[in-house]
């Protein structure tokens, strides 16, 4: 009898029946009750883990095994060990006990394959389900392939491996996924949109039968179809389209933190240095508890990336640092975290620190050089190196004698005035061409490059031998023939003439075309000017329709000012300023200004001296100023020397108009 009268067969009923209708939290406590009567119950300890198992409690579960170890053997409880420490995301310690059971059954198997593609060992992961695919069946034979399908898209997108026809059908909205997923890796975009809307719409049809499936359940489930739908659009170079369908998913909230994260992700991507409010909100959906172990670790490593470019571009420039700093110790030789350092001290100006720091990653990973060197020279030539530039650009084996490099290469140079260096840089090219790919395409264009090169600096005695080689490629060439008999002209005269025999006659380089005819068609937009006239010639004038000679038409004269006297001689002195003519006297000093404005409103200066008694001729000054006149005859009309001009003989002066005032309406 167990405690409190209840016998522990009637417990272990209990324990039958809970377990039959999947009620483990009730079975758990009726088998710890049995194992309080009985602790070394090795049934009811296997019953209390599967419990455990089934409730999600898997640090108990191990716990349990620790404890009671002599008795339960790791041979019959190596799946259980096993699945519980992948399930806490022990990966490794989780494919050591799969590898150190003595027997591996097909569950075993199953939860193999798991592990070794969270660990992204495709490969083997890919044998593991071909094997249980082959060898098994029963209800489970759909999830297996579906599993054996999303190995393959990995394969294809993190390790960029030719896709392989494994038979696998696209029956499912899971299966047709991945097959698109595949398809992206391979850079079939368009391709692959279709088998996205296709997954949607098999997935519509699939859950639509479902009565209990919501409008809201449909949406969260097709979350990951759009959010991958939006990235393809994204690498087509439609940004409105991706940021709209990544808007929706996030809307959603869906409950993968994997699928938040990449999406969002994609969002601070699209936002680059724009919108970084935005961008600052979403990186906070990147750090959700649990992502690490949802996402691969490439994807990780472009989510971290992000994550320091957003700093840069936000202005925190030791946060900055420390995430650039962080993930070069995590991948020494990825030659990105390096490049986000060197734009940060750009953006501070430090370019020769930036300089230092490239060199020192090219010199220690110089297998990842290329982009680097391609860098350095880009910050040399912003400081004005154009030299060490060109021996940096030279030092990339890989890139060295690729045309776009050729080019920029004989540009500096051609900058520098440096025409031996980039004569040399046409040599090398064209000696590797010769005994890498003799007579392609390639080689002929770099020749005539150079060889064009040559003569339009004046080398035409070292464009010969270039100019020879084209011709016996191509001896129809007359353009080639022509430069090169013009080569040898300065050097070998002989030669150049017997070159010239082999020109065309004048009569087969001649075209047809009568000319007359040709500008007197329609839509000719050129006409023969006629001859000159001779001088001394009296030619006929040409009689018009009408019979009469053509005349002339007389210039119009142009018009006088209104105010202008043609009887008055002009003064001979108005285009001079007034500074530089004869009868300027100069402004006179200690002359107080009259002072406009002042007084009542309304009042003019005109009428206050009329009202001035001081001023009128019946009532003398009381104290008369020193220099003042003593007549009181009124001065409105009479003009100050330095504004008379010299009369004209036999004129009549006239008054000068008044300027207007400026501030009035203008006739603009």
């Known amino acids: 009898m167990a405690s409190g009268g209840v016998s522990v067969a009637s417990l272990w009923t209990e324990v039958n029946r809970?377990?039959?209708?999947?009620?483990?939290?009730?079975?758990?406590?009726?088998?710890?009750?049995?194992?309080?009567?009985?602790?070394?119950?090795?049934?009811?300890?296997?019953?209390?883990?599967?419990?455990?198992?089934?409730?999600?409690?898997?640090?108990?579960?191990?716990?349990?095994?620790?404890?009671?170890?002599?008795?339960?053997?790791?041979?019959?409880?190596?799946?259980?060990?096993?699945?519980?420490?992948?399930?806490?995301?022990?990966?490794e310690s989780a494919l050591k006990t799969i590898e150190a059971a003595p027997e591996q059954t097909d569950k075993l198997k199953e939860l193999y394959g798991q592990v070794l593609y969270?660990?992204?060992?495709?490969?083997?992961?890919?044998?593991?389900?071909?094997?249980?695919?082959?060898?098994?069946?029963?209800?489970?034979?759909e999830e297996r392939k579906t599993n054996l399908a999303a190995v393959v898209a990995s394969m294809s997108q993190w390790e960029e491996a030719p896709l392989e026809d494994l038979?696998?059908?696209?029956?499912?909205?899971?299966?047709?996924?991945?097959?698109?997923?595949?398809?992206?890796?391979?850079g079939q975009l368009t391709e692959s949109l279709n088998k996205l809307r296709q997954a949607e719409e098999l997935c519509r049809v699939s859950l639509a039968d479902d009565s209990d499936v919501t409008e809201e359940d449909i949406e969260s489930e097709l979350a990951v179809i759009h959010s991958q739908m939006a990235y393809v659009m994204q690498l087509q170079g439609r940004p409105d389209e991706a940021l709209q369908l990544y808007n929706q998913v996030i809307k959603l909230k869906p409950s993968d933190v994997g699928l938040l994260a990449v999406t969002a992700n994609n969002i601070i991507t699209i936002n680059k240095d724009q919108n970084v409010f935005d961008s600052k909100k979403k990186v906070k959906l990147t750090n959700a508890e649990g992502v690490e172990y949802k996402l691969a670790r490439k994807q990780l490593q472009a989510i971290d990336f992000n994550k320091a470019l957003l700093a840069m571009y936000t202005n925190q420039a030791d946060q900055c640092r420390k995430l650039s700093s962080s993930l070069q110790s995590q991948n020494p030789g990825h030659p990105r975290p390096v490049l986000i350092q060197v734009a940060q001290l750009c953006r501070e100006k430090q370019h020769g620190r930036a300089i230092e720091l490239l060199q020192q990653f090219s010199d220690q990973h110089p297998e990842s050089a290329s982009g680097i060197k391609l860098t350095m020279a880009q910050l040399y030539l912003i400081q004005g190196h154009v030299t060490k530039a060109c021996d940096v650009l030279k030092s990339i084996?890989?890139?060295?004698?690729?045309?776009?490099?050729?080019?920029?290469?004989?540009?500096?140079?051609?900058?520098?005035?440096?025409?031996?260096?980039?004569?040399?840089i046409f040599k090398q090219a064209i000696e590797?061409?010769?005994?890498?790919?003799?007579?392609?395409?390639?080689?002929?264009?770099?020749?005539?490059?150079?060889?064009?090169?040559?003569?339009?600096?004046?080398?035409?005695?070292?464009?010969?031998?270039?100019?020879?080689?084209?011709?016996?490629?191509?001896?129809?060439?007359?353009?080639?023939?022509?430069?090169?008999?013009?080569?040898?002209?300065?050097?070998?005269?002989d030669k150049a003439k017997s070159l010239s025999k082999h020109l065309p006659s004048a009569d087969t380089m001649a075209l047809k075309v009568d000319v007359d005819e040709l500008e007197n068609s329609i839509g000719a937009t050129y006409v023969r000017k006629k001859a000159a006239k001779v001088i001394g010639e009296n030619l006929p004038k040409e009689p018009t329709q009408q019979g009469e000679i053509k005349k002339k038409k007389k210039k119009k004269r142009g018009k006088l000012p209104k105010n202008c006297d043609?009887?008055?001689?002009?003064?001979?002195?108005?285009?001079?300023?007034?500074?530089?003519?004869?009868?300027y006297r100069g402004k006179k000093k200690g002359k107080k200004k009259e002072q406009v404005g002042k007084g009542t409103q309304g009042a003019t200066?005109?009428?206050?001296?009329?009202?001035?008694?001081?001023?009128?001729?019946?009532?003398?000054?009381?104290?008369?100023?020193?220099?003042?006149?003593?007549?009181?005859?009124?001065?409105?009309?009479?003009?100050?020397?330095?504004?008379?001009?010299?009369?004209?003989?036999?004129?009549?002066?006239?008054?000068?108009?008044?300027?207007?005032?400026?501030?009035?309406?203008?006739?603009?």
Not at 41 to 62: H, R, Y
Not at 129 to 135: A, G, H, M, Q, V
Request: hydrophobic share 30%; charged share 25%; with cysteine.
């Open 118 to 141: 969270r660990l992204e060992r495709y490969d083997d992961c890919k044998s593991v389900y071909t094997d249980l695919i082959r060898n098994s069946q029963d209800e489970y034979e």
């Open 397 to 424: 084996e890989e890139f060295k004698h690729k045309s776009g490099m050729i080019s920029a290469l004989v540009t500096m140079y051609s900058h520098e005035e440096d025409i031996d260096g980039a004569i040399d």
């Open 566 to 583: 043609p009887t008055a001689t002009p003064d001979p002195e108005r285009w001079l300023p007034m500074k530089e003519r004869t009868y």
């Open 167 to 186: 038979g696998l059908p696209e029956s499912t909205y899971e299966l047709c996924y991945n097959a698109a997923c595949a398809l992206i890796g391979q």
């Open 18 to 91: 809970c377990g039959q209708n999947g009620d483990f939290t009730r079975a758990l406590k009726a088998v710890t009750k049995i194992l309080q009567e009985n602790r070394d119950d090795v049934t009811a300890l296997n019953c209390k883990i599967v419990c455990l198992v089934q409730t999600g409690s898997f640090k108990e579960v191990l716990n349990v095994m620790n404890m009671h170890s002599k008795m339960l053997s790791s041979e019959d409880m190596a799946f259980e060990k096993a699945y519980c420490e992948y399930r806490l995301n022990r990966v």
């Open 432 to 493: 590797h061409y010769q005994s890498k790919q003799p007579g392609s395409a390639a080689h002929l264009a770099l020749v005539r490059e150079a060889a064009n090169f040559k003569l339009k600096y004046g080398r035409k005695k070292e464009a010969i031998s270039d100019l020879e080689q084209l011709w016996k490629q191509n001896p129809k060439d007359i353009h080639t023939l022509a430069q090169l008999i013009s080569a040898y002209s300065l050097v070998d005269t």
């Open 605 to 668: 200066a005109g009428a206050s001296a009329e009202l001035d008694a001081s001023k009128t001729a019946s009532s003398p000054p009381t104290s008369p100023r020193a220099g003042s006149a003593s007549s009181t005859a009124p001065a409105s009309n009479v003009v100050p020397p330095r504004q008379q001009k010299p009369a004209a003989p036999g004129a009549t002066r006239k008054k000068a108009p008044q300027k207007k005032k400026k501030g009035g309406k203008g006739g603009w």
